[in-house]
């Protein structure tokens, strides 16, 4: 191991000595002002800021040491480190995370850095020169154009869609619904491919690239995958250019080398000044941006472009903190909830995605499965033995992104502070050649990471497994008879009751309303369905009455008012709805049901026999929608104007001082 480690001789196969001359440590400025682009927009807004700040703090500490020290090889270990802890965490978010949105996305991206950065770890281990620049460019380049693909296209109405619609979120067809089991295992399976091209190592990582790519095949059919399909494609698309860029700048000389790092620097500046104008612009309400409805009812800014464009360039920044809070998502249809998605108040194990659990265990299960495989002949080379040795117990470490994922402000700044730590200690001990500095940080290294495997067991017990039981209680109930759905709805109901007795909070208060409305849909009589809409309603509307900002409750309590034809309360929160609905894509769903709203209390009046009132409401609706253009409102559009017109042809009329303002934004 002495051996191994001394002058750096694990990452780079040359001796130590002199750094390497300015211009190769300035490829790293645009990481910093990127990195700095991002705080200064974003770090108040967002705690999962948090990580990103660290890892840039960490890692001008880690340049600075390895100036200092003469190492270029502490700064490899500081960037394996991330990459583990970046990699693990994706990977358990596939087995934990309910939006599989967030889970596809951020594993495509993250996977094509990890791809990457073992193409320039090969690169550098075969004592290729100028490591800097190569590992800046192909990492940069691969992220910058994943990320640009992946959000340039969804900036005018944000990122989430219907999943009914089945149609792809990016507008690069990269990545699509609920496929990124196969996302990972395909860009993981060209990440591994690196490798390959390393003599010593061939044999085995060829073994490991067939098992993968078989894995990914298998997955792809498994999920039925198209966008899938597409990934794989794409992933390996990516990779041949990385390999033919790679060989390119390997063989030109001097300038050349110069110019491809200024170029490259210039990329990354355009891209963080990009995102922050589009930042800029949404603050000041310019454009609509990404933004989402955040905690308070206001629009948050448009973090999604300045954390992954600005963020993209070192690939262990997506591993943030926690889930982004208070996002707007489409939960499944599994309770029989209302038929309006709920704006989600910071939880993160509301629901399960349909291949998440399986999915994920399945990359973790493969992955183990080519650690394995490649174990014994690591170890007994010396370039790479003490790199997975570390990079293992490393991944282990993630386990500490969990515990920040679902506990309190404290606990979060604890796990950071015990994972930033974690880090640097198996940075040093990787690129120490001084036996105390290894022991020292070797035992603050495996201490931090014997806590954190700790916490993740607890968590794994008291939150895990009752994830994955309710997932399987949820396919049962879409299985189960009317009867039977009932019983279950009921247990459950007497457990959400008692919570909201003892703590009457947005969760629990939304809850209770989902299950009266699931209750209400397998009634046996029509009294009984009112019964329950009408306890659905006063659960909605309590919970409404406390958080008055949160439009799907408003939009769900006025759809269990309707069916109760307590038209006058309902309309109140449809306007509340369409009141707070500030965010593009949910202001025009408040303004379709609200004009729903309109047509049904309409008929209804029409049916009462007093069709002059019955069409002044019809007439808000139609006014209402009358600018709308989208496919979406062009049903409710055509039987609103039949309806009128068949009252007008029946001689009937409304008197306009009689009708309502219609109201707009």
């Known amino acids: 191991m002495e051996t191994h480690l001394q002058e750096g001789r694990v990452a780079s196969g040359e001796a130590g000595g002199r750094v390497g001359k300015l211009w190769q440590w300035l490829v790293l400025l645009p990481f910093f002002t990127a990195y700095a682009l991002a705080l200064v927009f974003a770090t108040w807004d967002r705690l999962e800021m948090m990580v990103p700040a660290q890892l840039m703090m960490g890692l001008a500490l880690i340049v600075l ?29 596939a087995l934990f995370s309910p939006v599989a949105y967030y889970g596809n996305v951020d594993a495509g991206i993250i996977a094509m850095g990890i791809s990457c950065w073992l193409l320039a770890r090969n690169v550098w281990a075969t004592n290729t020169k100028y490591p800097w620049v190569l590992l800046a460019i192909v990492m940069v380049a691969a992220h910058m154009a994943a990320a640009y693909y992946q959000y340039s296209g969804n900036m005018q109405w944000g990122l989430l869609r219907h999943r009914s619609s089945q149609a792809s979120i990016s507008i690069s067809g990269l990545y699509g619904h609920y496929n990124y089991l196969a996302n990972y295992l395909a860009m993981i399976a060209c990440g591994m491919l690196g490798f390959v091209f390393h003599g010593k190592h061939g044999k085995v990582f060829r073994v490991c690239v067939v098992v993968l790519i078989a894995a990914a095949v298998a997955g792809l059919i ?72 955040h905690d308070n009812g206001r629009k948050n800014n448009s973090i999604m472009a300045v954390d992954q464009i600005v963020n993209g360039p070192l690939i262990g920044a997506g591993a943030r903190s926690y889930e982004w809070m208070s996002h707007q998502y489409w939960l499944d249809d599994i309770w029989g909830k209302a038929p309006i998605p709920n704006y989600v108040h910071n939880e993160y194990l509301q ?50 992104f969990l515990v920040q994922c679902f506990f309190s402000f404290p606990a979060h700044v604890l796990a950071n502070t015990l994972t930033f730590v974690l880090v640097l200690s198996f940075a040093i001990y990787r690129s120490s050649t001084v036996a105390r500095h290894r022991s020292l940080a070797g035992l603050a290294g495996f201490s931090l990471l014997a806590m954190s495997l700790a916490g993740f067991l607890v968590y794994a017990a008291v939150m895990g497994a009752p994830t994955f039981l309710d997932r399987f209680e949820q396919v049962a109930y879409q299985r189960s008879t009317p009867e039977i759905k009932r019983q279950m709805l009921d247990t459950r109901l007497a457990k959400v009751t008692k919570l909201t007795e003892w703590r009457a909070d947005f969760k629990n208060l939304r809850r209770k ?90 008929r209804y009046l029409w049916l009462k026999r007093k069709p002059e009132k019955g069409l002044g409401y019809l007439l808000l609706a139609d ?40 109201p707009s934004r």
């Not at 039925?224 to 390119?248: D, E, N, P």
């Not at 399945?362 to 170890?379: D, K, P």
């Not at 006014?623 to 989208?630: I, N, Q, T, V």
Request: proline fraction near 1%; aromatic fraction near 12%.
């Open 65 to 93: 040491v390895a100036l200092v020290w003469k190492r270029r090889s502490i700064v490899f270990g500081y960037f394996d480190a991330w990459l583990c802890l970046g990699a693990l965490y994706f990977i358990m978010r």
């Open 222 to 293: 498994w999920t039925k995958s198209r966008g899938g399909l597409v990934a794989l494609g794409a992933g390996c698309f990516s990779y041949m250019l990385a390999v033919v860029f790679l060989i390119t700048v390997k063989k030109s000389k001097g300038r050349w080398k110069v110019v491809a790092a200024v170029l490259l620097g210039a990329c990354i500046l355009v891209g963080a000044l990009v995102a922050a104008a589009s930042n800029f612009a949404v603050r000041r309400g310019y454009a609509d941006g990404a933004g989402f409805l």
């Open 351 to 400: 629901s399960m995605t349909d291949y998440g659990p399986i999915g994920g265990l399945f990359v973790f299960v493969t992955l183990l499965a080519a650690i394995a495989l490649s174990w014994r002949t690591l170890l007994t080379e010396r370039d790479l033995s003490d790199t997975v040795a570390y990079n293992l117990a490393g991944m282990a470490a993630c386990a500490a």
């Open 513 to 602: 309303g989902e299950l009266h409305w699931a209750k209400a849909m397998v009634a046996e009589d029509e009294e009984l369905q009112r019964a329950q809409l009408a306890q659905a309603a006063d659960a909605y509307q309590s919970a409404s009455e406390k958080y008055p900002w949160e439009p799907s409750l408003h939009v769900n309590a006025g759809l269990a008012l309707d069916r109760l034809y307590r038209f006058d309360e309902a309309e109140q929160h449809f306007l509340a709805a369409f009141k707070y609905g500030e965010r593009a894509d949910y202001w025009i769903k408040s303004k379709w049901n609200l004009a729903n709203h309109y047509y049904l209390r309409g």
């Open 623 to 662: 006014d209402l929608l009358d600018d709308e253009k989208k496919v979406s409102f062009r049903g409710l559009k055509n039987q609103i104007r039949e309806n009128i017109e068949f009252l007008e042809n029946a001689g009937i009329s409304v008197d306009p001082a009689e009708q309502e303002a219609v």
